[in-house]
């Protein structure tokens, strides 16, 4: 059954296939969606022993049904993807950790693609890079906020000015176009949200297109990016791919899983797309 967040016969969404072996170019980005599964026992009799036992520890500490199933389907994915994209490992071989930076990473048993991963309550969005870092938020349009209050605590003074100015019927759009580009930069270079929000100002020229402008430790020649956003039906997706080296042109490949194997190719334009 498709979650809330499927995009269900949608004419965007293509017939579904079955999940095999994945090839991801270094000059690709894939992002995949993943709608919750209602019920967690499907997933558990799939993926139960895939599990680390420090995973098992993390969902047996959740005692919500709805945040272990959400837990449970995460790590499953994970490993499910990471093992379509290297064949050769079975998806409980997978050990995971994080970084130095405190990044979500793979530590074996193989060299895999760089990924990150963010969810709501009935949806989970997976970025994948081979070249570069991945960073990647997910938020619902009708998310509860207070867009001025957070603007004021999180974003630079140019972009709250410019936010204010809007008329309120358009300040949360606004805000969380902003929001979600700004946590995805956060992710991809592994700061804590606090510390790095305004390391990475956005801006809207007259002609409603947007600019990018991160510090200068964040900017080239030390720091490339490869920024994507996108909205489907009720949710607005970013992506920003960090990168030590100009990457040149970047592809974005937007899909659909299904848990455990059904996969569409959703063909949604993105909203943005940006390069530095």
């Known amino acids: 059954m498709v979650g809330q967040a499927g995009l269900g016969q949608c004419p965007e969404l293509m017939p579904p296939d079955v ?123 009708d998310r509860q906020l207070d867009a001025g209050a957070l603007a004021q605590r999180y974003f630079s003074t140019a972009e709250c000015r410019s936010l204010m100015c809007l008329p309120a019927s358009q300040q949360r759009d606004r805000f969380l176009r902003l929001w979600t580009l700004k946590e995805a930069c956060v992710k991809a270079n592994g700061q804590g949200l606090a510390q790095a929000l305004r390391h990475f100002e956005f801006a809207f020229a007259d002609s409603g297109s947007l600019m990018f402008y991160p510090t200068p430790l964040e900017s080239p020649p030390n720091c490339y990016w490869r920024l994507w956003s996108i909205t489907l039906s009720e949710l607005r997706i970013a992506l920003a791919v960090r990168c030590q080296s100009d990457p040149g042109m970047c592809q974005y490949r937007l899909r659909q899983l299904q848990w455990p194997d059904q996969v569409s190719t959703i063909t949604r334009e993105a909203d943005y797309t940006g390069a530095l």
């Not at 270094?26 to 026992?41: H, I, K, N, R, S």
């Not at 071989?93 to 991963?117: H, I, K, M, T, Y």
């Open 19 to 141: 999940l095999t072996s994945l090839v991801l170019p270094p000059t690709q980005v894939d992002v995949w969606l993943v709608p919750a599964v209602a019920d967690g026992a499907e997933v558990e009799k799939i993926a139960g022993n895939w599990l680390s036992d420090d995973e098992r520890a993390r969902l047996d500490g959740r005692r919500l049904p709805k945040g272990r199933a959400m837990f449970l389907l995460t790590r499953a994915v994970l490993r499910r993807l990471l093992s379509a994209y290297c064949p050769d490992v079975h998806p409980k071989d997978w050990q995971l950790g994080r970084s130095a930076e405190g990044r979500p990473c793979v530590q074996g048993p193989v060299p895999a693609p760089f990924f990150n991963l963010s969810h709501t309550d009935d949806a989970l969005v997976l970025a994948f890079a081979s070249n570069g870092e991945p960073g990647v938020d997910i938020e619902h349009l």
